[in-house]
Each structure stands twice: as structure tokens, then as C-alpha cells.
């Protein structure tokens, strides 16, 4: 291929002028356009692209989505071989590092780990403010938020040293603060975290832990939301990632960026979905309701939660994966009523043109929140069970942004659409 082939002719029709931009990875730099002018003194032609559906904002080494083929892969290891032989935090290790570690850097990793899992003492004083039903993901964007207050040297973000450091206390302080915001919940009192169990152990041990004097890990649950959280992990440039790079792009502490991350997170159309999905089920009540639902949602009157993806146009592997994890759970905790409304319109959507023809498949969210409904979990917890491993997927984010010579502060264009000047008119005379 001669190298004039990796280039890309565009014909100003306003003007005759011609101009070859080079075609670098599939991309033209959007700074190429600003050449392209009508007068001299023009700004330059932009792009216009609302919800970055055809821009890249970076370049990236951490996740692969191959969105027609229904691939995922961290750092090239596929999804699947990382939910069946991994665990989170080795994954959260390869998300951060960009390699699988060795037996030495992984021990060192997980007692790291282990050593930063308490919070300090005023985020509960924090906590005692929320109003006994406040949602669990409002109360971690803010408890999340708390924390910069806490480590005002996590704003030397340039500071490698003290950066895997931040990283260390966030991926090891997410799941105690998780625990906390569902104990407040509750009405009961606080679990502080046991050094001697694993990161999933403690999780749950803080979680649901009550007056016995050791609470028993069950093992296969133990391993099932292992397995959620390695599936949940990272998901390249999603809302929420994208929300952590934009607010880090500003230099503003890891704590700040990640708030940020989990407040995109929390919407429904993003990590609030698994939420969505068990409320949708639940309004659906029967099988017999579906068509009159799946009806609904080709009207455009709703959305049926847990389908579609802007990158998958193929079955979501997690979802695969999920579905199977589904059975083994239920197997310790009986089966969930609603399982056999999600199968059937699952088998439903999947053979109705309306969701075949616009390639709209199961995606993460569709299965995981019936497995977390029978492990006890309220819905409000839900999307706070997918911030919790993400946070290791928005610091491997936020650290490539930093180390980006590419990338400064994230400050798109506009089209501006609004009103020419106009003269302030006093409001007597309005
Ligand atoms: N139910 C019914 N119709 C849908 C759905 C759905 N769940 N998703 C997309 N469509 C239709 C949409 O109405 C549009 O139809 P038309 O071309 O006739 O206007 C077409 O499919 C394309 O949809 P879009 O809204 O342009 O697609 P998008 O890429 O902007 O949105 C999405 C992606 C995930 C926000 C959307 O599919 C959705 O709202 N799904 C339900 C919420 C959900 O499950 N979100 C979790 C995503 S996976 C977890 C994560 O990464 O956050």
C-alpha cells in the first residue's frame, strides 16, 4: 500500500479547494478540519457529534470491545478466560498494571489491598446525615467525594508514587463504604472490615454479618460475585469512564474524578440499569404480560431495561456468562420467580423483528440483578455492586488519560444556536 493510500481527499465545494488528511489507526485528527476555510479569517471547519457516537476521544490500551462479534477482552486477555481462572483483584492488577502479575506482585497487590480497606471514622459521621432511605449510589457519589477531603495529596495527580497510592486506598475502600451505605440502609449497625478474609469475603462479611461471632462465607456465592465484578470491571470509554477521564482532565484528585465516574454510573441507562431490569420484571408480574409489554416497548412508549448496547450489535459476553451464573446461585438461594419472566422475554425480544432488525441483544444488566436480588441485595444496591469493580476500570482510564501526552483538559465545541446580541432591557419595560 503506497503511502498516499492511507490518506483521505475532501473537496471544499464552497471554495475548489482540496486538501489530503492523513489517515492514521481508521481516524482522521479532528484538528485537520480547522484548514478547511471558506474566508482566511474563518475558525476552520469542526465536527459536529453529539454523544461521541463516531469520535474517539483517546487512545487507549486497556479494553477491547469488537461490538459485532460480541468480544470483550482486558488488555487482550478474552472475558471469559478471566471469569473462569481469575479473580477481581489479580484483574484489577492487570487493568491497572497492563500485565497479569507475578505470585510476588500479586501477594504484595492483595495485602496492599487488604491493609487500606478502613475508612476513616467522619465518613460516618458523613453517612449519619443521609435520611434513612437515601439511595446507596447517591450516598457513594458522595462518600466517594468525602474522601478528597480526607487526602489532599491525592491532588498531585502527577506524582506516580502517590497516584498508585490513591489507586490502592480507592479499589481497597469501595466495598466498606459499599457495605456502609446498605447497613445504613438497614437500620444496623456498622461491620468493619476482617483483614483475614478476601476481598469478596469482606465484602459480604460487612455486609450481612449479625450478631454471630464469625460469619460464614458461602463459597459458590463468594465466587459468583467474583465473577460479577471481574465481568463488570472496565468497559472502555463508557459514559461513566468517559466522566472520570473528562473531570481528571481538569487535574482535579482521583476521589473527585471517581464521584464523578459513579454519579455517571447511577443513571438508568448506564449502571442504574440492573436496578431498571428488576423494577421492569416486576411491573411485568406474569409471563402472560409480556406481549402486551414487548408491545410497549416497540411503540416507543418504554424501554426494555438490560437491552441494547450503543457498541454491542451481538450478544453481550458478560450477559452469556451471567446467565449461566444465574443457575449456579440459585441452586444455593431457590430459584427467583423472576428468572421465568426474563427467559421468556429474553426468547420473546430476541425473535421479534423490532429488536432482530435494530441488533439489540441482552446486555450485562439483563441477568445480574435477578443474581443479586437472591443474595439479599435491595435494588438500590445494585448499580453500587457495579461502581465497586469499576472503580478498578476508571483508574486504569484515568491513569492512561494522565500519561497521555495527547490529552489535556477535556473542552469540547459548540455550535452555538442561540440568539444574536440583544440590547438589556429593564424589566419594567419587558
Ligand atoms: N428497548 C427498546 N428499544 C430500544 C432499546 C431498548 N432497550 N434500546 C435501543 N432501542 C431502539 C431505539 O429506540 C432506537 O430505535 P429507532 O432507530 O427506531 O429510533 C434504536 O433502538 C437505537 O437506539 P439508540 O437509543 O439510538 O441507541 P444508543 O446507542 O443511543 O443507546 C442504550 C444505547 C444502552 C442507552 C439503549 O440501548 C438503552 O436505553 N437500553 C436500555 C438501558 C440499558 O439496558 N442500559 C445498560 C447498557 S449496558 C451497561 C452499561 O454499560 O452501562
Not at 449519619?128 to 480526607?150: I, P, Q, R, Y
Not at 508514587?161 to 466498606?176: F, G, Q
Not at 451481538?314 to 430459584?335: C, M, Q, S
Not at 435494530?358 to 435477578?370: E, I, Q, T
Amino acid at each position: 500500500m503506497s503511502d498516499n493510500e492511507d490518506t483521505l481527499t475532501i473537496r471544499d465545494n464552497r471554495t475548489g479547494n482540496e486538501f489530503t488528511l492523513p489517515i492514521t489507526d481508521g481516524t482522521i485528527n479532528a484538528m485537520e478540519f480547522r484548514q478547511i476555510k471558506e474566508k482566511e479569517d474563518d475558525f476552520g471547519l469542526m465536527v459536529y457529534d453529539p454523544a461521541f457516537k463516531n469520535t474517539a476521544s483517546c487512545r487507549s490500551a486497556v479494553t477491547l470491545i469488537d461490538g459485532d462479534k460480541g468480544i470483550l477482552r482486558y488488555r487482550g486477555y478474552p472475558i471469559e478466560q478471566l471469569a473462569e481462572h481469575s479473580t477481581f483483584l489479580e484483574v484489577a492488577y492487570l487493568l491497572i498494571h497492563g500485565d497479569l502479575p507475578n505470585q510476588v506482585d500479586h501477594d504484595a497487590w492483595v495485602h496492599d489491598i487488604t491493609i487500606h480497606t478502613y475508612v476513616h471514622q467522619f465518613v460516618l459521621r458523613a453517612m449519619d446525615g443521609f435520611k434513612w432511605d437515601a439511595h446507596a449510589m447517591g450516598k457513594m457519589v458522595s462518600l466517594l467525594g468525602s474522601l478528597s477531603t480526607f487526602y489532599p495529596d491525592s491532588k498531585n495527580v502527577r506524582d506516580p508514587a502517590l497516584r498508585h497510592e490513591h489507586i490502592v486506598k480507592i479499589i481497597a475502600k469501595m466495598p466498606t463504604m459499599a457495605a456502609w451505605c446498605f447497613r445504613h440502609s438497614q437500620g444496623r449497625p456498622y461491620v468493619y472490615p476482617d483483614n483475614d478474609l478476601d476481598y469478596v469475603g469482606n465484602f459480604l462479611n460487612m455486609l450481612f454479618r449479625m450478631a454471630e461471632p464469625r460469619y460464614e462465607v458461602n463459597p459458590v456465592l463468594r465466587k459468583a460475585l467474583d465473577v460479577l465484578f471481574i465481568l463488570h470491571a472496565d468497559h472502555e470509554q463508557n459514559c461513566s469512564a468517559n466522566a472520570a477521564r473528562a473531570v481528571g482532565s481538569s487535574e482535579a484528585d482521583p476521589y473527585c474524578s471517581l464521584a464523578a465516574a459513579t454519579a455517571a454510573l447511577y443513571g438508568p441507562l448506564h449502571g442504574g440499569a440492573n436496578e431498571a431490569v428488576l423494577r421492569m420484571l416486576r411491573e411485568i408480574g406474569d409471563v402472560k404480560n409480556i406481549p402486551a409489554f414487548v408491545d410497549n416497548c416497540k411503540n416507543g412508549e418504554q424501554r426494555l431495561m438490560g437491552f441494547g448496547h450503543r457498541v454491542y450489535k451481538n450478544y453481550d459476553p458478560r450477559a452469556r456468562i451471567i446467565k449461566g451464573l444465574a443457575h449456579e446461585v440459585f441452586e444455593i438461594t431457590g430459584n427467583n420467580p423472576l428468572l421465568e419472566i426474563a427467559l421468556e422475554l429474553e426468547k420473546i425480544a430476541l425473535n421479534d423483528e423490532y429488536f432482530v432488525k435494530r441488533k439489540l441483544y441482552p446486555n450485562v444488566d439483563f441477568y445480574s440483578g435477578l443474581i443479586y436480588q437472591s443474595m439479599g441485595f435491595p435494588v438500590e444496591m445494585f448499580p453500587v455492586l457495579f461502581a465497586i469493580p469499576r472503580a478498578a476500570g476508571w483508574l486504569a482510564q484515568w491513569s492512561e488519560m494522565l500519561a497521555d501526552d495527547a490529552q489535556k483538559i477535556a473542552r469540547p465545541r459548540q455550535i452555538y444556536v442561540g440568539a444574536g446580541e440583544r440590547s438589556y432591557i429593564p424589566i419594567d419595560k419587558r
